[in-house]
Every structure is written in C-alpha cells, then in structure tokens.
C-alpha cells in the first residue's frame, strides 16, 4: 500500500488538477530530475469522497464507467493495471478549487498480484 499526500515541500515542483470531484491529477517534477504522474478518477455517475475506497480500478483514462487509477514516472508506467485506492482526505475551499487531498492506493501492472 502506497501513501500518498497533498503536500509538496521546496524541492519539488507540482500541480493538481481537478474535474468537479469526480478526478483529481498532479503532475510533480523533483529537483533531481524526477517526475510523477497520477489520476484518481470516480466511477461514472460517482464523485471521489474522503473515507471511501475504489476496489476494482482500471488505467484511467481507459476505465469505462468504473474506478480509474494510474501512477506513473520516471519511465515506469503500467499498459493494463488493476487496483484500489482509498480517498483519506478531500477539502475544497469556497470557491471549489482543491485545498487538500490525501489517498492511498494498490497498484498492479498487467494485472501482477
């Protein structure tokens, strides 16, 4: 199990994107040379909520109407995969842009257990 959290420290260079609760993306581009992809997309007719976990994810973008996931970088990336995730924080502020996100997810490449 992966952890991952909404926050970037001085040596890292990020950004979130966000589709109306249903997708939330970032983009992080290290100091060092290193980058990282990822996409947590909701089931169709779903939104990501705090508490809830996705059993049975895709590759987003090509999960259909269920739960997307994909966690890519550095070269390394995954032509089918299969998951879960866990949304463990999800905070918007007023004006609806993202304030905080946290998750923690399962990923296997060409469906690997």
């Not at 959290?5 to 609760?21: C, E, I, K, S, Y």
């Not at 999960?63 to 966690?71: A, E, T």
Request: charged share 15%.
């Amino acid at each position: 199990m992966h952890h991952l959290v909404g926050q970037l420290d001085a040596d890292v260079a990020g950004r979130v994107t966000t589709a109306r609760n249903h997708n939330i993306g970032f983009a992080i581009d290290g100091a060092n040379g290193d980058w990282w992809y990822g996409d947590f997309d909701a089931p169709d007719n779903d939104i990501l909520s705090a508490g809830t976990t996705y059993d049975n994810a895709a590759r987003y973008p090509f999960n259909g109407s269920g739960p997307g996931l994909d966690i890519s970088g550095n070269g390394r990336g995954c032509n089918q995969l299969s998951g879960q995730f866990t949304i463990t924080e999800l905070t918007f502020f007023d004006d609806g842009t993202l304030h905080s996100f946290g998750a923690t997810f399962e990923q296997h490449c060409e469906h690997a257990t």
